[in-house]
């Protein structure tokens, strides 16, 4: 960028302001080329994906557009962008270049967990058509894995903010684990009953259920890992 400097010095821009301003300016075009390859992504790519989609006859591909998997993937264009020229403008080993490098690693993490939870809830529509799927629903399944997703994914986040090895940030969760495991009472002997429901088929989406005590009598519409959804008799 030395010719980029020179120029605005020929241009009288004093000298000990020219290469931060050249940085400001590179900076400033490389986000606007980024904001384009993203209106390109989003306005162009996804849109053609998903009218193919729409004429083809495989249905799996309707769910994944539905759940907007393609448009949350889209995000990731203008990130390849700023990862590729940014750390060259301001340098990967200064504090700039570190923060900008931090903080392009947490974008990418918070789409990647976008897109994974955008993936389960299509994965759960495609499994509803399927005719076993009220006997063995997966939504149990689908919410444990999402739960250990976001959940390596805001260590791996915090991790980044601390800059420090996600590795060590995991093995220190070792002492606190009594503790989580007093906090999350309640929640962890849920999930322990949701996935014991599930995997006995104790009781499937269909099923008559009476409960006096909670209230609920007539079939049961929904397993999730925590709770048990009842319509009664009455529709409420």
Known sequence: MQWLIDLFMESGVPEEWAPALVKWVATLGVICISVFVNYLAKNLIVRVLHLFIRKSKIKWDDKLAQRKVFHKLSHLAPIIVLSRFLPVI????????????????????????????????????????????????????????????????????????????????????????????????????????????????????????EMPKYGADGDVLEITLTTVKVQNWDKT
């Open 90 to 209: 301001w340098g990967a080993q200064s504090d700039g270049g570190k923060i900008i490098e931090s903080g392009i690693k947490i974008y990418i993490a918070v789409i990647i967990l976008m897109v994974v939870d955008s993936l389960l809830g299509a994965l759960q529509d495609i499994y509803r058509g399927f005719k076993w799927s009220k006997q063995v629903p997966i939504k149990s399944f689908l919410q444990v894995f999402k739960l250990i997703v976001f959940f390596i994914g805001g260590l791996y986040i915090v991790a980044t903010i601390m800059d420090k090895n996600p590795a060590v940030l995991f093995g220190s969760l070792g002492a606190l684990t009594a503790v989580l495991m007093l906090v999350f009472k309640d929640a962890i002997l849920g999930l322990t009953a949701g996935i014991q429901l599930t995997t006995n088929r104790m009781l499937a989406i269909g099923d008559w259920l």
